[in-house]
């Protein structure tokens, strides 16, 4: 058991362009989030997947932001037509409900810079 | 789920206990407390949670006062590494068991702990 993984660590790109950004989590986690994290702020909530099923979705994901988790196992979050204000820290984490507490254990993150 | 208020920022000497508090004044009855931190340019950590109990782990102690307003996490003996922006979060749930109901994790701004040399 890795820890939940998170790809690219870092990506930069141009203003209007597309990103994606994978997650694998713990294999036994049935849960899975997304958060994005700007500096000096706490973790703000995006989305979350149990198994496949999307179960809830922030307003702060906008129409261009899309998350998927297709065979209930890694997860990808694309940005469309990326703007400068999309530049943050995405954070995914991955739990297992049968634990009892659903301790939500994070990846490093992926860091985004649209320049 | 409830608003918590922390410190902004505090020190502790290298080897004390770091005390860290927490308000959660409009906590309701099957809200759980749950404490990560955060290492610079690392994702958030579970430290331990609580309901209305003190609880110990190889972390970290969780106080929480009888009328549950208010929490204090204490790291026994502080260590470099233990330089981070400490989440006090509160989160419901239903009945006795946390991981149903609102299941996601709200963060504040955190307390940001530097352990002193």
């Known amino acids: 058991d890795t820890g939940v993984s998170q790809n690219p660590r870092h990506k930069i790109t141009k203003r209007g362009q597309n990103v994606t950004f994978r997650c694998d989590p713990i294999s036994e986690h049935n849960r899975l989030y997304w958060y994005r994290q700007t500096l000096g702020q706490g973790p703000e909530f995006l989305t979350y997947?149990?198994?496949?099923?999307?179960?809830?979705k922030s307003r702060l994901l906008s129409d261009r932001f899309s998350a998927e988790r297709p065979k209930g196992s890694f997860s990808t979050l694309e940005i469309q037509r990326t703007e400068q204000g999309d530049s943050a820290m995405y954070l995914c984490?991955?739990?297992?409900?049968?634990?009892?507490?659903?301790?939500?254990?994070f990846g490093a993150g992926s860091r985004l810079t649209v320049l | 789920d409830a608003k918590t208020t922390q410190p902004t920022s505090m020190d502790c000497a290298e080897g004390r206990a770091a005390n860290l508090p927490c308000n959660h004044s409009t906590i309701s009855g099957n809200e759980y407390v749950y404490w990560y931190r955060q290492i610079h340019s690392q994702g958030p950590q579970y430290i331990i949670h609580?309901?209305?109990n003190n609880e110990t782990n190889e972390m970290a102690s969780l106080i929480i006062t009888e009328d549950r307003k208010s929490s204090t996490l204490i790291l026994p003996h502080a260590t470099l590494r233990d330089t981070a922006v400490y989440y006090c979060i509160v989160r419901s749930g239903v009945g006795t068991r946390p991981n149903f109901g609102n299941e996601k994790l709200t963060f504040g701004t955190g307390t940001r702990l530097t352990i002193i040399p």
């Open positions: 984490a991955s739990s297992f409900t049968g634990s009892g507490a659903n301790v939500l254990t």
């Open positions: 609580g309901l209305k």
């Open positions: 997947f149990q198994n496949e099923a999307q179960l809830e």
